[in-house]
């Protein structure tokens, strides 16, 4: 590790670039192809002198410092004033050496385009950048001057997720507050959402910072005490008022273990990839239960991108995140087709965890804008496949432009990650608020009735044995019933659950798919896609039939819960008193009879009531009697008709 300290000085007989005869020039420092400084700009000047000091962490010396001068053009593309290299290979350790840079266009190299006067010196660095750094979180905010806004440069990557608040102080005279909070950083500001009339606000809101060197006062972290690659979850008390801030912080440095150049990792090693197998190995899966494996993630490059710019192109970044740690690559400024060639590493410690690559497009005075996404369930991924994913929606309903190439390595315990299924899902802090679909809602509810319709079709299923409406059916379905009950014992619980489980893995090894839900979701699909096209009332119409299904589903689930209650809260005393009757003798009976011949006896009463009596109207006795007793609903309505006649009455 080295640093370079350099003081960008002045330039002299710049490039015209503007009407006027002047330009505005800014200047650009680039390390591997990643801006890491950007200078103010000079406006109408053609020998500008910026003074502006910056302090760099160079990992190697084999990579140039590449110096760009653009010239500052308001709304439109900046134009391009010239470049040069500083080949820090060449400068002497510890030694301030001033230079004078020529500034050339590559396609036209004979031009002159003046010059930039740069004071450098070159210094060996020991530790890394958890030495001296603080993260400064600001409630309020502080004015810096211009020269720090101005001359610092970014050394890594803060990303903090802001989650919740609790028990904040009243401000308002109704007791409640409408809270927010300004994050700042150097010159860097962040203001969240402002949550109306509450005291534990849940912004649930995520963002990144650029890492400075820089001090100040408020509520700080020290991020020397974090480790780097992982996130952090930290409460902190507010200094002036009352409660707690709940953050979540990844500290993403330079020389990260969990990033990586492609040329550069682990798994191909076979030496370290021995390593880790054995570390994951049957053996071992008793130690660090929490440590159920590790992935690996290469994200090689991206092919045919959304252009966002108003130029045609876009900033590409990637955003690799699994659970709630998240790494990103650096930008590739002005490509649709951009190549990144890192390599992610995390740690796993759920298996049925959803790898989450995100590409965005970067903007320097606002959010990322999205440009796609993929999501792959670990337990999915083919080792060592390089492959192209289809970019697509933050929804990941459908495609969007472009494709991703990923080769993706899992390395877990089985018995480990069998072990990490039976706790629950850790909980993903960072999720977009859920907004109304008729889409989605027709979905869910297609779903439900799904669902209830293969009960309801078992059940009749079921019903037509006791029907006899097929004889040899019955019969057969008769004798199981007293084979079964007869020899009844608790493993054949178990046992029973198991046999659809292997029937429809061997159904699977014959080559028969029996995911027949998957195609009518997708004809559902259709559907709604066709129904969307039909019209503003064909779409009311359907939100219409939902909403009164759902309504009806609700009140009738509600009103059995309810029967319930009011059997027990003595609503109705005679049917209290007759259910005491009926637990009585139940009691007795169970008390006395083996619980098999219970069953067994009701059994051959279902199986035979319709031979008895061929004409006999199938019923449950539970349900009618719980159909008597009323619901709250039921039970108020009453009292406000008889209210309503009692008042009438009075009136006559």
């Not at 308001?74 to 470049?83: A, E, K, T, Y």
């Not at 060449?90 to 385009?113: A, F, I, M, W």
């Not at 969240?192 to 649930?204: A, V, Y």
């Not at 850790?426 to 779903?447: A, C, G, H, T, W």
Request: hydrophobic share 40%.
């Amino acid at each position: 590790m080295y640093q370079l300290d350099i003081i960008l000085k002045k330039g002299n007989n710049l490039a015209i670039r503007d009407r006027t005869g002047t330009s505005d020039p800014y200047v650009k420092f680039k390390l591997g192809g990643k801006e890491v400084f950007r200078s103010k700009t000079i406006h109408k000047n053609l020998n500008p002198v910026w003074d502006e000091r910056v302090s760099l962490v160079v990992e190697t010396l084999k990579e140039p410092l590449y110096v760009k001068v653009f010239d500052y053009d308001f709304g439109l593309q900046d134009d391009f004033m010239g470049s040069a290299y500083l080949h820090l290979e060449s400068l002497e350790h510890e030694r301030t050496l001033d230079l004078t840079l020529d500034l050339k266009d590559p396609q036209y190299p004979e031009h002159n385009l003046g010059g930039l006067e740069l004071s450098v010196t070159l210094s060996p660095k020991e530790g890394d950048i958890r030495d001296a750094v603080r993260i400064l979180t600001f409630l309020h905010c502080m004015r810096l001057s211009d020269v720090h806004r101005k001359s610092q440069l970014w050394r890594g990557i803060v990303s903090i997720s802001l989650i919740e608040g609790s028990d904040l102080q009243p401000m308002d005279t109704n007791g409640l507050s409408d809270p927010y909070v300004k994050f700042k950083m150097g010159h860097q500001k962040y203001k969240s959402k402002t949550m109306p009339k509450t005291l534990n606000p849940q912004w649930r809101e995520q963002f990144d910072f650029h890492l400075y060197e820089e001090h100040g006062a408020m509520c700080t972290i020290d991020l020397s005490l974090l480790s780097k690659e992982q996130t952090h979850k930290l409460e902190l008390p507010l200094e002036e008022g009352e409660g707690m801030l709940v953050l979540l912080v990844t500290l993403t440095a330079s020389a990260a273990v969990s990033i990586s150049d492609l040329s550069i990792n682990m798994l191909d090693d076979p030496q370290e990839r021995h390593q880790i197998v054995q570390r994951y190995n049957l053996w071992r899966s008793l130690h660090n239960l929490k440590d159920v494996g590790v992935v690996q993630v290469k994200v090689i490059r991206a092919e045919g991108l959304m252009a966002a710019d108003v130029t045609g192109k876009s900033d590409p970044f990637c955003v690799v995140e699994l659970s709630n740690d998240r790494l990103q690559t650096h930008t590739v400024y002005k490509n649709l087709n951009p190549e990144w060639n890192k390599v992610f590493t995390f740690n796993v410690k759920d298996i049925h965890s959803v790898l989450e690559v995100t590409v965005y497009d970067e903007d320097r005075d606002r959010s990322a804008d999205f440009l796609g996404k993929v999501a792959i369930p670990l337990l999915n991924i083919q080792n060592g496949e390089r492959k192209a994913y289809a970019l697509k929606s933050k929804e990941l309903t459908g495609p969007t432009k472009g494709v991703i190439f990923l080769e993706i390595d899992v390395i877990f315990n089985a018995v480990k990650a069998g072990l990490r299924t039976l706790i629950p899902i850790e909980q993903k802090y960072i999720e977009e608020e859920p907004r109304v679909s008729k889409q989605l809602l027709l979905q869910n509810f297609n779903r439900v009735r799904r669902c209830i319709m293969g009960l309801i079709n078992a059940g009749c299923y079921i019903n037509s044995c006791f029907e006899w409406e097929s004889p040899q059916r019955s019969i057969c379905a008769f004798v199981l019933f007293v084979i079964i009950v007869w020899n009844f014992e608790l493993y054949m619980i178990p046992l029973v659950l198991l046999l659809p489980l292997a029937w429809n893995y061997i159904l699977i090894a014959s080559g028969k798919d029996t995911r027949q839900d998957v195609d009518e979701d997708e004809e559902f699909d259709k559907d709604d896609k066709d129904s969307e096209r039909k019209g503003f009332m064909n779409k009311l119409y359907a939100i219409q039939d939902v909403c009164i299904s759902v309504q009806n589903a609700l009140d009738e689930v509600a009103s059995y819960g309810e029967r319930i209650k009011n059997t027990f809260n003595w609503t109705v005393p005679f049917l209290s008193w007759l259910a005491i009757v009926a637990l009585v003798v139940a009691t007795i009976i169970v008390y006395f009879i083996p619980l098999r011949y219970i069953v067994l006896a009701w059994g051959v009463n279902k199986f035979t009531k319709k031979l008895r009596d061929p004409y006999t109207i199938d019923n449950n006795e539970l349900l009618d009697f719980l159909s008597r007793v009323p619901s709250d609903v039921q039970v108020v309505a009453p009292c406000v008709l008889s209210s309503q006649a009692r008042c009438t009455f009075t009136v006559s």
